[in-house]
């Protein structure tokens, strides 16, 4: 066994989190999605280590996530009923809703914001912690703001492994995300809903479920957290539109005295999806300066694809 301190963070016993969640720890748990870097959402002290711990500015929100979707009027008021019929269809899942708060919810979770964000993940695990500890548990994706979102108990331990504190916090080990990028995030406070970030349910099944075609971003919940440069390898990031293109530019800047790595899994984009943050963490791995990805089609999971790699070949 190892001695490691920071092996010792990692377990996959539901119990060891259960316990950090309760001594006021932090529980990097598995999602559907990504996994996130958890705390009592109801424990002041808790929540402002997530934001130490992540280097994520305070006013940057944090998503609540609930066992199930009887306990919404927990955390939320005014419930739409569109956010009702959202919640009984696509929970557990990866769809976030913005609310209104309800006097329960910190003002360290909103940023002060009268709205909150919840969901309920499909991940065994993490709905087992949620069910044993009865709290809400807020999680941001657990890496160091701005860069890869972790899809594995490893890739936790790389990024902020060395910021947690064994005894106190632990890292829930459910396998890798078989999602692999963040849930879709919809504002229900405003008519029509607006998309903030897509994500791991296509839109077009959110409008199929509601009926109601939803917009675009626009006014002040638009404004949280959305950066242009985000998840963010070291490497270059490039992108292009056909294989073709991709292998004629890694040869170019292979023969400039680059080392550029593709990433492109063609038309399947549940696997793009899924493979998309180790292959960026990889390319980093294997010391590459360039990583050229081929852009998805804009259809289904492919919109949060296109979101993702847009931002992590924004300028940083
Ligand atoms: O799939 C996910 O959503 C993952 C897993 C762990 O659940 N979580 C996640 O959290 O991606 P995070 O913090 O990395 O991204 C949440 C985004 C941020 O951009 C934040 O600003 C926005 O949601 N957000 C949360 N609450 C908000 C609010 N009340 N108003 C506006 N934006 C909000
Ligand atoms: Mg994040």
């Not at 711990?53 to 009923?81: E, T, Y």
């Not at 003002?107 to 499909?122: E, F, M, Q, S, W």
């Not at 548990?137 to 108990?153: D, L, W, Y």
């Not at 530019?249 to 593709?262: K, T, Y």
Request: net charge negative; proline share 7%; hydrophobic share 45%.
């Amino acid at each position: 066994m190892s001695t490691d301190p920071l092996d010792r963070l990692v377990t996959a016993d539901v119990g060891r989190a259960v316990a950090a969640i309760r001594r006021g720890g932090l529980v990097a748990l598995p999602t559907e999605t990504v996994y996130g870097l958890g705390a009592d959402a109801s424990d002041e002290t808790a929540v402002a280590r997530v934001f130490a711990v992540k280097g994520r500015p305070s006013h940057h929100p944090l998503i609540v996530h609930i066992a199930d979707a009887g306990l919404l009027d927990d955390w939320a008021v005014d419930v739409p009923d569109l956010a009702r019929v959202l919640a009984a269809t696509c929970w557990p899942g990866p769809l976030t809703m913005l609310l209104h708060r309800s006097s329960r919810v910190l003002d360290a979770v909103t940023g002060g914001r009268d709205t909150v964000g919840v969901r309920v993940p499909a991940h065994p695990l993490a709905l087992e912690l949620l069910a044993r500890t009865g709290t809400g548990i807020v999680a941001p994706s657990a890496n160091r703001f701005g860069q890869v979102s972790p899809t594995t108990a490893r890739h936790v331990l790389d990024d902020i492994g060395d910021r947690l504190e064994p005894g106190l916090d632990v890292i829930l080990d459910g396998g890798a995300s078989p999602v692999g990028v963040e849930s879709t995030i919809v504002d229900c406070t405003v008519s029509p809903p607006q998309v903030l970030r897509p994500g791991g349910i296509p839109i077009a099944d959110v409008e199929a479920v509601i009926g109601i075609a939803v917009v675009g971003a626009a006014g002040p919940s638009r404004a949280a957290g959305m950066l242009a440069s985000h998840y963010a390898p070291r490497a270059v990031v490039e992108l292009v539109g056909s294989a073709t293109e991709a292998a004629l530019r890694a040869a170019e800047l292979d023969a400039a005295g680059e080392q550029a790595i593709v990433i492109d899994h063609g038309d399947d984009l549940v696997a793009y999806a899924r493979r998309l943050y180790a292959d960026l963490r990889m390319a980093d791995e294997a010391g590459a300066t360039h990583i050229v990805a081929v852009m998805p089609p804009a259809e289904g999971l492919g919109h949060a694809i296109r979101d993702r790699l847009t931002k992590a070949a924004a300028p940083h």
